[in-house]
């Protein structure tokens, strides 16, 4: 996608993001952290303290029972069903986007080690920089989502092998001087 195009798609994105968030939050107020990303298309990653505290008893989960029955088109404001592959590489909750934000840095690490090729490393060293943190509780977003993305990126860098680590080096050089904020940033 051309990078004008996907500039406006992920305003799109972002505003329908936290126009779904803002319904949420009123009914349910455990949110910590709220991640819009990439996976398996755009959704949300809910760093709440029902997460935080979890049993994978989903059932009786406040969280769980809120977000169960949601979808979207190109934003899904559900969660994602983990099977048991995705278990090993990102955890052992049941849902995927049930992460608190250290959790949800291992899954990029962890995906990081498994991948196979410089095209595959370049595609999820982008999607890092583009997820976007909607919501903090008690933080300023923007300075919290640039000091994660950094430290993800100097942990993949410290945990790679060479040639792998030259790739990202490069890719975290050129992305720590862009300055141009997402779109949606506030």
């Known amino acids: 996608m051309f990078p004008a195009l996907f500039l406006k798609f992920m305003k799109l994105i972002i505003k329908q993001a936290k126009k779904e968030l803002k319904k949420l939050s009123k009914e349910y107020s455990g949110f910590n952290n709220v991640i819009v990303d990439d996976w398996r298309g755009y959704c949300f990653i809910f760093d709440t303290s029902d997460v935080r505290r979890c049993q994978n008893k989903c059932r009786s989960c406040i969280l769980y029972k809120l977000l169960k029955d949601r979808r979207g088109g190109k934003f899904n404001s559900g969660l994602l069903p983990a099977n048991k592959a995705d278990k090993?590489?990102?955890?052992?909750?049941?849902?995927?986007?049930?992460?608190?934000?250290?959790?949800?840095?291992?899954?990029?690490?962890?995906?990081?080690?498994?991948?196979?090729?410089?095209?595959?490393?370049?595609?999820?060293?982008?999607?890092?920089?583009?997820?976007?943190i909607i919501y903090s509780r008690g933080n300023k977003v923007g300075e919290l989502e640039q000091n994660y993305k950094n430290f993800i990126f100097?942990?993949?860098?410290?945990q790679a092998c060479s040639s792998k680590r030259k790739v990202i080096k490069k890719y975290f050089k050129l992305y720590s001087h862009e300055t141009r904020p997402w779109p949606g940033a506030g």
């Open 88 to 132: 090993k590489i990102f955890g052992q909750q049941n849902y995927l986007n049930c992460k608190t934000l250290e959790q949800y840095s291992r899954c990029y690490l962890n995906f990081i080690r498994k991948i196979k090729n410089k095209k595959e490393l370049i595609k999820e060293l982008r999607l890092i920089s583009n997820l976007k």
């Open 154 to 158: 100097i942990k993949a860098i410290s």
